[in-house]
């Protein structure tokens, strides 16, 4: 009688709490997805140089961008995913650009890499509006026989 009270009890705080974490992992997990895409897409280069990468880098973002989502707004939310990864990509990638400024004497190529990944990022962002856009539009699963 004693489990079956403290049983009781322990599921009564785990589905309370449950709710809460759910939708908050559901919330989160996209963006979380779309900065794994951004990491797996540099360790693809110099310095770490994991060429094989390259071929399923681009999973978690089209993961988070074909999985259902409840949004108001599913193509913006869709190019801000890709947006992040791009950004997180090429701010990465172009790092080794402000080691130029002591060289020609400007501080101003301290800033090159972060616009270089601000005008970059659109071209990963309008890949996966369009990924989304022709998955989450045009292709719904077919009626059951």
């Known amino acids: 009688m004693a489990a079956g009270a403290g049983a009781g009890h322990l599921a009564r ?16 997990w996209p963006w979380f997805a779309a900065v794994f895409s951004g990491v797996l ?30 949004r ?34 400007t501080k101003a190529l301290n800033g090159l890499p972060l616009l270089l990944a601000i005008y970059l990022a659109l071209f990963p962002a309008a890949w996966a509006w369009l990924a989304g856009w022709i998955a989450g539009e045009h292709f719904r699963p077919l009626p059951p026989p």
């Open 72 to 105: 108001r707004r599913p193509g913006l939310f869709r190019f801000g995913l890709g947006y992040v990864t791009g950004l997180v990509f090429f701010t990465s990638t172009f790092s080794w650009l402000s080691e130029l400024a002591p060289l020609f004497r």
């Open 13 to 28: 705080v785990t589905t309370k709490n449950a709710p809460r974490n759910t939708s908050l992992f559901r919330r989160w």
């Open 41 to 70: 897409l540099n360790l693809c280069f110099p310095p770490a140089d994991i060429g094989g990468l390259a071929f399923v880098a681009l999973t978690p973002l089209l993961a988070a961008v074909w999985l259902p989502q409840d």
